[in-house]
């Protein structure tokens, strides 16, 4: 049985009770899934990852990711078959670092997401207790499915979350990065500022890098997983006074010190370590 389906077993067995099964009226009540026709490809059987988002402040620094199965629902309850995975139903699975949660959803004819009700397991992560609870209420709330080429995106009355297929995957350089969150130990910690910290890989070898208050310069190699770092030089002398943004530059800079680092990409985030620090960024 594969891994994934296990989770869901699990998942079932805590809260059985929220996951009760569609009967034959609700199927026959003209709610299907999008077909290709209407999208570039199936949606089922990818993993998704959030990229964008307008009017959830709660998810400013989050990392979330998306999954649907076809007929989930009679794979749960122990009667998949082929009949199943054309009845329209999907299961949807999320998380935001914390939990795992799952649903039975169809989808309107208007693209509406609808949901049974969401089920999940029950860790308390404080760094994500509020913004669990947000996702949560968004995903039961039917917002309307759109989707082209690797981009999801899902649009409620007040918010929109846009997602990328987690294969779809930026190279080092060609575009610059926001730098997000920084990494510390098992966690994460970050101060907001504006204008944002960011740093630019250049094929030439080189790279700039905006700490939050001044601009370096310096040069990269790439090897592998790992980025050799060197000659990093300050090229503007600004004075900031603000006691987070010398707080955060100061730990951003030591991440791109003289030295190498381990790095992944995936999709449109980029995740820098070094040692038990370092940081994540967006391609924007």
């Known amino acids: 049985m594969k891994p994934r389906l296990l989770l869901i077993l699990a998942v079932l067995g805590l809260t059985t009770a929220a996951l ?8 026959s009540s003209g709610e299907q899934a999008p077909t290709t026709a209407a999208m570039e490809r199936p949606i089922w059987e990818e993993d998704y990852i959030l990229y964008s988002h307008e009017g959830a402040a709660e998810l ?3 990392s979330m990711s998306l999954f649907f199965t076809k007929g989930a629902t009679l794979w749960l309850e122990g009667r998949h ?5 054309s009845s329209g139903m999907f299961g949807m699975f999320f998380s935001v670092g914390c939990n795992d949660h799952v649903a039975n959803v169809t989808f309107s004819a208007q ?3 609808i949901s049974d009700g969401i089920a999940g397991t029950q ?3 404080a760094q994500t207790d509020e913004q669990e609870r947000w996702v949560a209420q968004f995903m039961d709330s039917a917002p309307r499915l759109s989707m082209s080429e690797d981009t999801l995106i899902l649009a409620g009355d007040d918010a929109t979350l846009t997602f990328r297929r987690k294969d779809y995957a930026r190279s080092l350089s060609g575009q610059p990065w926001t730098i997000g969150r920084l990494i510390v130990g098992a966690g994460y910690s970050w101060h907001s500022i504006h204008p944002p910290p960011t740093v630019a890989f250049f094929q030439s070898g080189s790279l700039s890098l905006f700490d939050g208050c001044n ?3 310096g040069q990269h190699a790439v090897r592998g997983d790992q980025i050799v770092l060197s000659s990093l030089q300050p090229i503007t002398d600004a004075v900031c006074t603000d006691d987070k943004v010398l707080e955060l530059s100061e730990q951003v ?9 381990q790095h992944t990409i995936t999709a449109d985030r980029l995740r820098i370590e070094r040692g038990s620090g370092g940081l994540t960024a967006l391609a924007r």
């Open 20 to 27: 009760a099964c569609w009967d034959q009226a609700d199927r």
């Open 253 to 261: 800079r030591a991440v791109f010190a003289d030295g190498t680092v």
């Open 111 to 113: 693209g509406e997401l």
């Open 60 to 62: 400013s620094d989050a």
């Open 123 to 125: 860790k308390y992560c």
């Open 215 to 217: 601009t370096s310069s």
């Open 81 to 85: 078959d082929d009949a199943s995975r």
